[in-house]
């Protein structure tokens, strides 16, 4: 029987040796591992991995052809609800999704969706696949921001023949997938770069270094450059601090600025002269997978890592995948531990954190337990480097330059289920309405805004024909 077979284990670069290098950990499956972990799949009559894909990709369809070696038929069934199969294979949290839905996952081992995703989007990179852009409507839509939300967005959008052109602040196109998340689980140039210019094959212009609310603004794109809708995709990349005593120390960084540093400008690399600096003992505060990426680059760098984290291992917001990659690397977990204090030299640099223990109360509004401090359980940890991975917020330059466009209290754009927001013809989706969240919903997002976006075009173009 198909689920009799045990999930086949996938490559991955050695722990000690990839704690030295920048080069992707996991090496995915061959075609023969491919097709055998295919073979494994039930073909559910209620395929429940299909309604937990926040896309809804047809899974057990996309396996079927895998598992007969149908490459093109399985690359095709992907690419009806998702542009970016290589990246979401690397980097969706499958055991919350698709994976964590598999019926066989409730006595054994769910198939490795994630893993075979990966592998037919990469074997669709290495096809030369001409692709027809549809023929053009004569419609406009301006996206702000090139990351999953507004590269899903943008597709969906030029599939159905609208002229899209993407603006983005920064000189390189993908947003976290270029600025955050390391090279060592996305590479930029084998993966993140091909999987875009399938999405600009489709047509999307993409132009870089355009900071809307600056160099122009929502409402010049509507007003002045005759788009007839804007779709705001421009994540939240402001970074959360603690507020506790001693975080204007230097050597006190944001996990976003120390990414940034090591991702987009290369820090990492001989070659460039970015400064990046680690000393020789780091420690990141905070449990999801921002947290990972910084602490296993700070490794990396050569620092011995810890990660200090309020809550308890089964808490741990980060991708599974990538807390047992950080335990293999030699990553210290110090869990129910919060830090209290940052501890500064005569200098004013950090050298250390003043924490304390933690227990686990009732659970909160998230649904988790509270953590709650153990009194007098005070301690200290030394460090020359503290990174800050709390969370990560909007910036409000867009909100506050766009009339009449809502925000939450928590900052947010205000947006209804579709992507509407308050100010007509403006759709928003992705970190920018929910905070930060995931590459999938931020795609999802993007994907059901390219929809109401098309009715209320089409609605608008009825209206003033009559
Ligand atoms: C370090 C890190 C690791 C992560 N790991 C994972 C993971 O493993 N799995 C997962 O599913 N999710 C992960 N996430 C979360 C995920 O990357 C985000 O939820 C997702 O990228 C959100 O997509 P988005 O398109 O909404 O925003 P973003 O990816 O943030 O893209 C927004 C884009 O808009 C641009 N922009 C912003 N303001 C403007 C402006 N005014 N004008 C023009 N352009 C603008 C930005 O430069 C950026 O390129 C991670 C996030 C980080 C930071």
Not at 69 to 83: P, W
Not at 88 to 112: F, M
Not at 239 to 253: A, H
Request: proline fraction near 5%; charge should be negative.
């Amino acid at each position: 029987m198909a689920n009799k077979i045990p999930r086949v284990p996938v490559r991955e670069q050695d722990p000690a040796l990839r704690a030295t290098n920048f080069e992707e950990v996991c090496h995915g499956y061959d075609l023969r591992e491919a097709m055998l972990e295919a073979s494994r799949c039930l073909r559910c009559k209620n395929p429940r991995c299909v309604a937990a894909c926040p896309v809804g990709i047809a899974i057990p369809d996309f396996i079927a052809a895998l598992h007969a070696g149908d490459l093109r038929t399985a690359a095709e069934t992907i690419a009806r609800d998702s542009s970016l199969p290589s990246i979401c294979g690397r980097v969706c949290p499958q055991e919350t999704q698709c994976e964590g839905s598999c019926v066989l996952g409730i006595k054994g081992e769910p198939v490795a969706i994630g893993k075979l995703e990966r592998f037919v989007g990469d074997w669709k990179l290495e096809q030369d696949t001409a692709v027809d852009a549809a023929p053009r409507n004569g419609r406009r839509v301006a996206v702000v921001g090139s990351g999953p939300a507004g590269l899903a967005c943008a597709s969906d959008l030029a599939k159905m023949g609208y002229e899209v052109k993407i603006f983005e602040a920064l000189h390189k196109v993908g947003g976290v997938l270029v600025y955050g998340i390391p090279e060592f689980r996305l590479p930029k140039e084998r993966i993140v770069a091909r999987e875009i210019e399938e999405v600009k094959k489709l047509g999307v212009e993409i132009e870089t270094d355009v900071i809307v609310g600056r160099t122009l603004t929502v409402d010049s794109l509507l007003d002045e450059e005759g788009y007839d809708a804007v779709f705001i995709g421009s994540g939240a990349g402001l970074p959360r601090f603690m507020g506790i005593p001693g975080e204007n120390l230097n050597g006190v960084v944001s996990a976003n600025e120390f990414l940034t540093r090591a991702n987009l400008m290369h820090a990492y690399d001989a070659e460039y002269d970015t400064p990046i600096y680690v000393g020789s003992r780091v420690v990141v505060v905070g449990g999801g997978n921002v947290a990972m990426d910084a602490v296993r680059t700070a490794r990396r760098l050569g620092a011995e890592a810890t990660i200090v984290y309020r809550r308890s291992e089964k808490e741990l917001p980060a991708r599974a995948e990538e807390v047992h990659h950080a335990r293999e690397e030699g990553i210290e977990f110090r869990l129910l531990t919060n830090p209290v204090e940052v501890l500064g030299d005569e200098r004013g640099w950090v050298r250390g954190l003043r924490c304390v223990e933690m227990e686990l109360g009732e659970p909160d509004a998230s649904g988790r337990r509270s953590p709650v401090e153990k009194p007098g359980s005070e301690f200290d940890i030394a460090c020359d480097v503290a990174i800050m991975a709390l969370g990560t917020s909007p910036n409000p330059l867009i909100a506050s330059t766009t009339a009449g466009l809502d925000t939450t209290r928590r900052g947010c754009i205000a947006a209804d289920e579709l992507g509407a927001t308050s100010r007509e013809g403006v759709f928003a989706g992705g970190d920018a309405v929910t905070g930060a969240a995931t590459v999938i919903l931020a795609m999802g997002a993007g994907r059901t805004a390219a929809r109401a976006i098309d009715e209320y075009v089409r609605a608008k173009a009825a209206k003033s024909a009559e």
